[in-house]
Nanobody, 122 residues
């Protein structure tokens, strides 16, 4: 099982990025996916998640209205569209499989992918 996150980069405040989480060795129609971010020397926090059928989504308060999570099961990929980016969004972003995505976030994490770095700076 492998999850590969990509799409990070350097962007100016107010800009946009789309992160991708591509899965291999499993099918995402059986797993929820969570996006997380981590700032060096700080803990990892949940950003968003989507259920396996894409019928439930969760967003952390700081990203509501700016980030959109979506899934393409045919491509075994989950996307995180990030808009109106702020310097506070600067972090390493990771995706992980979960048994479910609830109104409180992802539940029971299993497989973690590599991170992709997002830097928001002028």
């Amino acid at each position: 099982v492998q999850l590969q996150a990509s799409g990070g980069g350097l962007v100016q405040p107010g800009g946009s990025l789309r992160l991708s989480c591509v899965a291999s060795g499993l099918t995402l129609d059986q797993w929820a996916i969570g996006w997380f971010r981590q700032i060096p020397k700080e803990g990892r926090e949940v950003v968003s998640c989507i259920s396996s059928r894409s019928d439930r989504r969760y967003y952390e308060d700081a990203v509501k209205g700016r980030f959109t999570i979506s899934g393409d099961n045919a491509k075994n990929t989950v996307y995180l569209q990030m808009s109106s980016l702020k310097p506070d969004d600067t972090a390493d972003y990771y995706c992980a499989t979960a048994l479910d995505c609830t109104s409180d976030g992802p539940v029971s994490l299993h497989h973690w992918g590599s991170g992709t770095q997002v830097t928001v700076s002028s």
